[in-house]
């Protein structure tokens, strides 16, 4: 029976780790082992290179022609600390739960006292998948992460040093006389090609900017739709929250266009915000063109104790990458047992040439 039991508990934590139609923009964030680290810190090395031909020597007896080296940066980088916590008093097991019958199932306390725990895990890996979403989302606008803590205060920044050409704003507004959307997005598009050596390939809007986008005359007749387009999609990208609006031929460029209407609300305030602001448009290359990594850091760890190292895995892969730490303990002076989750992401834009954000209304 208590076989059974503990099989049960395992198969609800390998199955409730999912977020569906979240999760567009770190799905651009790839984490591969070598991304997983039991160390404080993460070496980074961001290699700059341009496009220089060989050039001919005017005579064979000549020697050799001396090149320089690409520009490198080597970057180390404290990925910040998530940890989160859910105390469960032992009087709570008392009280009517969501899913009672699941608990008469189980049939006895420490059954219910791990119900709820699962619950608590499931609560806290949503926020902690929504906060790597705000990462990736901080990344791709501004080329900064600014993190703040449960106070609201920012308490982890980190500039990766983008171009202000490729974070920048159109001079004249999407919303106003005069302006030119696909002048300002091959602008745009042709900054990620001089400095980042591959062609843009994707566009993603914030919702007003979409509206302020396909009101104007050239782009009605500029866009193209092709069924759901999905075909000429990256799979990475499918099925994470991003709607594909068709494309445009844009000079020597095809941009596939999307919107996102994914969003959030901070630790400490109800308001909802999107993941991408309402006035801007993110421009990137093709998925497969981009050396975007979600790195993690060392989490300490002596282990849980019985009887909840039977049934709780101490680590758990979250949205096909994210590696919480779980950790379960009696708290005997309050009579409570603590669920916590612990995990230590950084999403870095290693080739932070390749893509760019434009403010397009006011």
Partial sequence: MQSAFKEKVLKIFESFPKMDKMGFLSSFFKTTEEDYTDAEYVDIDIVRSGEQVA?????????????????FTGKQVKPPVYKL?????????????????????????????????????????????????????????????????????????????????????????????????????????????????????????????????????DVQKAVQKDGLGLGNLNPRIVNKGGKYMGYIELGAYRLDLMVYNGRYTAFNDSTVTPFVDD???????????????????????????????????????????????NKVYNNDDKDTTVAQATVRPVCIPVSIDRFGCLTVLS
Avoid at 115 to 127: D, N, P
Avoid at 173 to 186: I, N, R, V
Wanted: aromatic share 8%; net charge negative.
């Fill in 85 to 217: 916590a859910r105390p469960v008093n032992i009087f709570d097991l008392l009280k009517r739960q969501p899913g009672e019958n699941e608990y008469e199932a189980i049939g006895t306390w420490f059954g219910r006292l791990v119900t709820i725990l699962k619950r608590a895990f499931q609560l806290m890996y949503g926020m902690l998948g929504r906060s790597v979403e705000l990462q990736a989302s901080q990344v791709l606008q501004t080329g900064k992460l600014t993190l703040t803590d449960d106070a609201g205060n920012s308490a982890y920044e980190l500039d990766f040093k983008a171009k202000a050409t490729h974070i920048a704003t159109v001079s004249t507004k999407w919303d106003q006389a005069g302006a030119d959307p696909l002048g300002d997005l091959e602008t745009l598009a042709d900054a990620i090609r001089d400095d980042g050596l591959v062609d843009a390939k994707i566009a993603i809007f914030g919702a007003a900017a979409w509206n302020a986008f396909i009101k104007n005359a």
């Fill in 55 to 71: 050039p001919v020597l005017r005579d064979l007896s000549n020697g050799a022609i001396a090149i320089s080296d690409d520009v």
């Fill in 279 to 325: 006035k801007k448009v993110i421009v990137l290359a093709d998925p497969e063109d981009l050396d975007f990594r979600c790195v993690y850091g060392g989490v300490p760890s002596l282990g849980m104790v019985e009887p909840f190292a039977s049934v709780i895995p101490e680590k758990v892969t979250y949205q096909g990458g994210m590696k919480i730490h």
